[in-house]
């Protein structure tokens, strides 16, 4: 029980994070690599990362769309 409800709020935060830093990691990636396919499959997996990943949002790093960009690299 407590297993799910950690894991809907891990879900919870990721989808926030998602929706407000996406498109700027997208949008970074395609200036680096000029694919724009590319850059978004390299966006979800950063997101995956973070989901598969408990430590990477525990401790959730003050300028997260920096944070998030640098695991883009």
Sequence with gaps: MNNAIL???KQNKI????KKYRQAIVN???SMLSEKH????IAH?????????????KNEPADIKNYLITMAK
Excluded at 38 to 41: C, F, N, T, V, Y
Aim: aromatic share 18%; no cysteine; charged share 30%.
């Design 7 to 9: 894991s809907k709020e």
């Design 15 to 18: 989808t926030v994070l998602y």
């Design 28 to 30: 970074y990636l395609k």
């Design 38 to 41: 590319a850059s978004e499959d």
């Design 45 to 57: 997996e950063v997101f995956l990362k973070l989901f598969f990943n408990n430590s990477e949002l």
